[in-house]
T-cell receptor, first 114, second 113 residues
Framework: KNQVEQSPQSLIILEGKNCTLQ??????????LRWYKQDTGRGPVSLTI?????NTKSNGRYTATLDADTKQSSLHITASQLSDSASYIC?????????????FGAGTTVTVRA | DGGITQSPKYLFRKEGQNVTLSCEQN?????MYWYRQDPGQGLRLIYY???????QKGDIAEGYSVSREKKESFPLTVTSAQKNPTAFYLC????????????FGAGTRLSVL
């Protein structure tokens, strides 16, 4: 079964601190992995996308890593800001004829406090 | 959200009533999708369409219907047969070559009165 598991479910951090979110997947065949940021009551917005051959991708204070061998990804947020408070969703895409079928994690809710 | 407009932002449904959620895109994308988002769960695919006048059921199509009369528009109707419609509904679109790179609208929150 194609699954995406994220941890932790939620976390609270102080402004200026770093945090790391985890994503484990069993999706096969693998095409790419994306991290989305979803503000409350809004649609998801893409942060990073990585293919099989990439193991690190940065977007400002967001750095994603991918280990395709262990099927694990992480999203590291550096020097957190209040605006980073959101849900972060890991999404894995399949290759082949089912490329439209995305597998979504349940998300990690990050709360940044002053 | 850019380029994909969902309306209304909030919608209330009475028991036995059908309601329609609007999704319009100006990205010139051929493919469009409807997802349902529930707390603590990943997004689930309801319906998708790759071309005008054609659409396929996703994983949870029961109680929903769609139409694709125009490339830009993909409305979703939540019928009275959907017994648990309260959720956040997201519309997305993509090119045919990049179906795994989907862009999302801002969502519609549907509640039951």
């Amino acid at each position: 079964k194609n699954q995406v598991e994220q941890s932790p479910q939620s976390l609270i951090i102080l402004e200026g601190k770093n945090c790391t979110l985890q994503c484990n997947y069993t999706v096969s065949p693998f095409s790419n992995l994306r991290w989305y940021k979803q503000d409350t009551g809004r649609g998801p917005v893409s942060l990073t996308i990585m293919t099989f051959s990439e193991n690190t991708k940065s977007n400002g204070r967001y750095t994603a890593t991918l280990d395709a061998d262990t099927k694990q990804s992480s999203l590291h947020i550096t020097a957190s800001q209040l605006s980073d408070s959101a849900s972060y969703i890991c999404v894995v895409s399949r290759g082949g004829s089912n490329d439209y079928k995305l597998s979504f994690g349940a998300g990690t809710t990050v709360t940044v406090r002053a | 959200d850019g380029g994909i407009t969902q309306s209304p932002k909030y919608l209330f449904r009475k028991e036995g009533q059908n309601v329609t959620l609007s999704c319009e895109q100006n990205l010139n994308h051929d493919a469009m999708y409807w997802y349902r988002q529930d707390p603590g769960q990943g997004l689930r695919l309801i319906y998708y369409s790759q071309i005008v006048n054609d659409f396929q059921k996703g994983d949870i199509a029961e109680g929903y219907s769609v139409s694709r009369e125009k490339k830009e528009s993909f409305p979703l109707t939540v019928t009275s047969a959907q017994k648990n419609p309260t959720a956040f509904y997201l519309c997305a679109s993509s090119t045919l070559a990049g179906k795994n790179i989907q862009y999302f609208g801002a969502g519609t929150r549907l509640s039951v009165l």
